[in-house]
């Protein structure tokens, strides 16, 4: 129920476990790792409710909502099960910019490592943990979101991140849920994953965790993100130090207590946000980094690369780096489409989210014979689109975007657009920050296929639309593919198979996810694993067991089971030719 807060339940890090002796539990799981193969259930993805009027979970978000507008959180720092307060921040509402949503602590450089140390230390406990008790505590914060906690985990995103209740609902809770039990699933399958063994020998490999501690940098975007880059590798049997966004620090907190209250034991997962210096100061540096799990901006991702490349001869090992970036992701219209898809998947992904996703559509190329069919409906149904405050009213279609520095920075695209001669604006335009970072969702349509809008990530509610002539579509897949560094999503809207598999042929590696007659947006864990590669990251593919596959260092071993009675080989007998 709503009423039942996550934060006031009793953790396993405030009860017995915290007070167990750890070598006597080391014993007890080795002698229960040998009394049975536990086969996880079954796994399907998690329905998406409509949370129409009516809906029991609806109520429970309204109720979260007031809840937490009544009662601030104030957010500690948690680093091996220790609640530390310092250097206290505040995080506002984004559609709602005058008011306070929680306080939350920035972790001192002593507080980070302390951090460090207490991954370190939890590890020698965590990786002898049986695979089927990990898996018991995601199983059982997957439960605990899907029914427990739904409607505050729904509040705490649409109040912390400005998303509307159905897009709360696809992140926070069904993403989510996903991501913690196909998980479970796709580690279960690399834990079977063993080689042939020959007669008279042996032949297996322990899919170990990695030397050391894993660093997740999360983003303000997904919750679900949030919890899974540092849910990930601990499943795996790594112990994690969690740098999560300021903007998403409210409903990534709760994700911790969830997790605390399934099972997780301290020093697991350490929750320090911090000034991305002192990270950048005291925990790459460290000999014993051993990944780092990563979803943000490009430049950041290069950074971090760079910082690493630094140290690299410091290292005990290579650390691995997992990074999911930017993307300047398009959508390919073809004569042949369903103008009506078109215009409404075009809307769905560009502007939901306030343009905010990864993969929301920030271009679009057009047959000018296509455009001047479909453009009067599209403007008219973006006016249409409901933008607000997205608590108070569950009607809206947008919020705001999530800070003032994405305010600034996506109301220099637009001015930049209304200035220029090869531009104009067609729909939108409007940026409002008086009550919240308020940006009207925007269509720009331009005679420059270089133009600037259609080259720079803006990560906003801004479409811009090239109409070329209708002679022209074979060329656009090489000027899509050679336009900007990205290669994340796209999509092409087409009846014509013959195009289709042209286009899909022709543009093979610019994006990592590629659509047909659907929006750039929408990835689901298990049936389309999301990432993609060039400046958009490393393409790991969140959402499937090649992700999972990156937290485990595998050894091989093999046990000749009879002895060995002889040195020499057949072919070095005397005799015969």
Not at 177 to 192: G, T
Not at 280 to 289: A, H, Q
Not at 436 to 454: A, S
Not at 511 to 535: A, H, L
Request: charged residues 20%.
């Amino acid at each position: 129920k709503a009423t039942v807060s996550v934060l006031n339940c009793p953790s396993p890090q405030n009860t017995a476990l915290k007070k167990m002796n750890r070598a006597s539990n080391v014993g007890r799981r080795c002698y229960s790792a040998n009394i049975g193969n536990h086969v996880i259930p079954p796994v399907i993805n998690e329905p998406i409710l409509d949370l129409a009027p009516g809906c029991p979970v609806r109520k429970e978000v309204v109720a979260g909502v007031n809840k937490f507008l009544k009662n601030k959180l104030d957010i500690p720092c948690v680093v091996g099960g220790e609640e530390i307060r310092e250097n206290i921040q505040s995080r506002e509402i984004p559609h709602d910019n005058k008011r306070e949503l929680c306080t939350f602590s920035y972790g001192s450089a002593k507080t980070l490592k302390k951090a460090v140390d207490s991954a370190l230390e939890a590890q020698k406990m965590w990786q002898a943990t049986p695979f089927q008790h990990r898996a018991a505590i995601w199983l059982k914060a997957a439960d605990l979101i899907a029914t427990k906690y739904r409607g505050e985990i729904l509040a705490s995103t649409m109040l912390g991140q400005s998303k509307t209740i159905t897009q709360a609902e696809i992140d926070a809770s069904v993403e989510t849920i996903d991501f913690l039990r196909f998980d479970v699933k796709y580690a279960e399958e690399i834990y079977n994953c063993q080689p042939i063994s020959p007669s008279g020998t042996w032949n297996y490999s322990d899919h170990r965790p990695l030397e050391g501690f894993c660093l997740a940098i999360t983003p303000f975007n997904f919750t679900a993100i949030g919890i899974h880059l540092p849910s990930a590798p601990a499943l795996m049997g790594n112990t994690v130090v969690w740098k999560c966004s300021d903007a998403a620090v409210h409903s990534n907190y709760l994700m911790l207590k969830i997790f605390e209250e399934a099972g997780l034991p301290p020093g697991v997962i350490n929750f320090v946000p911090a000034d991305p210096s002192l990270y950048n100061d005291f925990v790459i540096p460290r000999p014993e980094l051993a990944a780092v799990g990563f979803t943000g901006s490009t430049n950041t991702f290069c950074h971090i690369w760079q910082e690493v490349g630094k140290h690299i001869s410091t290292y005990r090992g290579f650390p691995r780096l997992v990074g999911e970036c930017g993307g300047k992701n398009f959508h390919l219209i073809h004569e042949s489409a369903d103008y009506e898809s078109v215009i409404n998947g075009t809307i769905r992904g560009a502007f939901e989210y306030q343009g905010q996703k990864c993969s929301a559509t920030s271009r679009m190329y057009v047959p000018k014979s296509v455009w001047k069919q479909i453009k009067p409906k599209m403007v008219e149904e973006v006016k249409k689109l409901h933008m607000g405050n997205v608590h108070k009213d569950l009607t809206t279609f947008m919020g705001a975007v999530i800070d003032e520095r994405a305010f600034r920075k996506v109301k220099s695209y637009v001015d930049y657009a209304k200035k220029s001669k090869d531009a104009k604006i067609i729909a939108g335009g409007k940026c409002d920050s008086s009550k919240g970072w308020f940006v009207e969702p925007t269509i720009v349509e331009t005679t420059d296929p270089n133009f600037k809008l259609m080259r720079e990530e803006i990560f906003g509610p801004v479409l811009t639309v090239y109409p070329f002539d209708d002679n022209k579509f074979n060329d656009m897949p090489a000027l899509i593919d050679a336009s900007t560094p990205y290669s994340l999503t796209g999509s092409i809207f087409a009846r014509d198979r013959d195009i289709i598999e042209k286009v899909s042929s022709e543009m093979i590696h610019s994006c990592g996810n590629f659509y047909v007659n659907d929006k750039s947006t929408g990835s689901i864990v298990g049936q389309q694993p999301f990432g993609g590669s060039r400046s958009s990251g490393t393409n790991d593919k969140a959402g499937s067991a090649a992700f999972m596959q990156k937290w485990v260092s595998s050894r091989s071993t093999k046990e000749t089971l009879l002895p060995l009675r002889g040195i020499s080989y057949p072919s070095m007998a005397a005799k015969g030719a």
